[in-house]
Protein backbone atom coordinates (compact mmCIF):
# COMPACT_ATOMS: atom_id res chain seq x y z
CA UNK A 1 0.00 0.00 0.00
CA UNK A 2 1.68 3.85 -0.79
CA UNK A 3 1.17 6.25 1.30
CA UNK A 4 -0.91 8.33 -0.95
CA UNK A 5 -3.73 5.54 -0.80
CA UNK A 6 -2.92 4.99 3.14
CA UNK A 7 -3.56 8.53 3.64
CA UNK A 8 -6.68 8.44 1.36
CA UNK A 9 -8.45 5.78 3.67
CA UNK A 10 -7.45 8.13 6.76
CA UNK A 11 -9.61 10.66 4.72
CA UNK A 12 -12.43 7.94 4.01
CA UNK A 13 -12.48 6.90 7.80
CA UNK A 14 -12.45 10.74 9.18
CA UNK A 15 -15.20 11.39 6.79
CA UNK A 16 -17.76 8.31 8.15
CA UNK A 17 -17.12 9.52 11.57
CA UNK A 18 -17.80 13.27 10.70
CA UNK A 19 -14.33 14.60 11.32
CA UNK A 20 -13.08 16.77 8.47
CA UNK A 21 -9.92 15.39 7.17
CA UNK A 22 -6.59 17.69 7.31
CA UNK A 23 -3.73 16.35 6.21
CA UNK A 24 -0.84 18.26 4.98
CA UNK A 25 -0.61 17.02 1.22
CA UNK A 26 2.59 17.20 -0.69
CA UNK A 27 3.19 19.88 -3.57
CA UNK A 28 1.87 18.14 -6.20
CA UNK A 29 -1.17 16.18 -4.70
CA UNK A 30 -4.25 15.52 -7.50
CA UNK A 31 -7.49 15.73 -6.66
CA UNK A 32 -7.83 12.31 -8.42
CA UNK A 33 -9.09 10.48 -5.32
CA UNK A 34 -9.19 6.14 -6.79
CA UNK A 35 -12.96 6.24 -5.06
CA UNK A 36 -12.42 8.84 -2.04
CA UNK A 37 -14.90 11.88 -2.03
CA UNK A 38 -13.02 13.23 1.29
CA UNK A 39 -9.44 13.12 -0.17
CA UNK A 40 -10.97 15.29 -3.16
CA UNK A 41 -12.54 17.60 -1.18
CA UNK A 42 -9.57 17.95 1.09
CA UNK A 43 -7.43 18.75 -1.85
CA UNK A 44 -9.90 21.08 -3.31
CA UNK A 45 -9.92 23.19 -0.41
CA UNK A 46 -5.87 22.89 -0.30
CA UNK A 47 -5.91 24.43 -4.01
CA UNK A 48 -8.90 26.98 -3.96
CA UNK A 49 -8.74 28.26 -0.77
CA UNK A 50 -5.16 27.55 0.62
CA UNK A 51 -5.52 30.41 3.50
CA UNK A 52 -8.52 28.87 4.69
CA UNK A 53 -6.91 25.22 4.61
CA UNK A 54 -3.87 26.71 6.31
CA UNK A 55 -5.84 28.40 9.16
CA UNK A 56 -7.49 25.13 10.15
CA UNK A 57 -4.73 23.15 9.82
CA UNK A 58 -2.90 25.50 12.16
CA UNK A 59 -4.96 24.77 14.38
CA UNK A 60 -3.74 21.07 13.96
CA UNK A 61 -0.65 21.94 14.80
CA UNK A 62 -1.56 23.61 17.68
CA UNK A 63 -3.31 21.17 19.14
CA UNK A 64 -0.27 17.98 18.09
CA UNK A 65 1.88 20.40 19.71
CA UNK A 66 0.37 20.89 23.19
CA UNK A 67 -0.31 16.86 23.24
CA UNK A 68 3.88 16.58 22.38
CA UNK A 69 4.85 18.67 25.66
CA UNK A 70 2.45 17.08 27.56
CA UNK A 71 3.67 13.55 26.95
CA UNK A 72 7.11 14.97 27.38
CA UNK A 73 6.65 16.19 30.88
CA UNK A 74 4.61 13.82 32.34
CA UNK A 75 5.47 10.62 29.90
CA UNK A 76 4.30 8.60 27.12
CA UNK A 77 3.13 5.68 29.12
CA UNK A 78 -0.16 5.18 31.52
CA UNK A 79 0.19 2.89 34.25
CA UNK A 80 -3.37 1.99 34.06
CA UNK A 81 -4.74 -1.81 31.89
CA UNK A 82 -7.96 -1.04 31.97
CA UNK A 83 -9.45 1.03 29.61
CA UNK A 84 -12.17 2.71 31.53
CA UNK A 85 -9.31 3.87 34.19
CA UNK A 86 -6.71 4.75 31.47
CA UNK A 87 -9.54 7.28 30.40
CA UNK A 88 -9.31 8.63 33.69
CA UNK A 89 -5.44 8.80 34.08
CA UNK A 90 -5.67 10.49 30.89
CA UNK A 91 -7.99 13.32 32.13
CA UNK A 92 -6.05 13.54 35.33
CA UNK A 93 -3.27 14.44 33.46
CA UNK A 94 -4.74 16.72 31.00
CA UNK A 95 -6.32 18.41 34.63
CA UNK A 96 -2.44 18.53 36.03
CA UNK A 97 -1.06 19.89 33.20
CA UNK A 98 -2.92 22.93 33.15
CA UNK A 99 -1.11 24.61 35.90
CA UNK A 100 2.20 23.58 35.42
CA UNK A 101 1.73 26.06 32.52
CA UNK A 102 0.10 28.53 34.25
CA UNK A 103 2.55 28.67 36.95
CA UNK A 104 5.35 28.85 34.04
CA UNK A 105 3.92 31.80 32.23
CA UNK A 106 3.01 33.08 35.84
CA UNK A 107 7.10 33.36 37.04
CA UNK A 108 7.56 34.40 33.66
CA UNK A 109 6.11 37.43 34.38
CA UNK A 110 6.94 37.68 38.01
CA UNK A 111 10.84 37.49 37.02
CA UNK A 112 9.99 40.06 34.00
CA UNK A 113 10.71 37.58 31.16
CA UNK A 114 8.74 36.36 27.95
CA UNK A 115 6.46 33.50 28.50
CA UNK A 116 8.19 31.61 25.78
CA UNK A 117 10.90 30.56 27.81
CA UNK A 118 10.94 27.09 29.80
CA UNK A 119 10.51 27.90 33.51
CA UNK A 120 14.02 26.29 34.40
CA UNK A 121 15.35 29.07 31.71
CA UNK A 122 13.41 31.56 33.45
CA UNK A 123 15.14 31.04 36.83
CA UNK A 124 12.41 28.87 38.22
CA UNK A 125 12.79 25.12 39.30
CA UNK A 126 9.84 22.72 39.02
Not at 30 to 44: C, E, F, L, Q, V
Not at 103 to 111: G, H, P, T
Request: with cysteine.
Amino acid sequence: MTLRIAVEINCTINQDKGIRPFFKPREDATTNAKGSSAWHKMIRLWKDKRGLFDDEYHRRSIVESVINTEKQRLGYKLSSKRDDLQNKELRLRVIYYDPLVLNKVKASFLLGEPPLYPVEKAGVKI
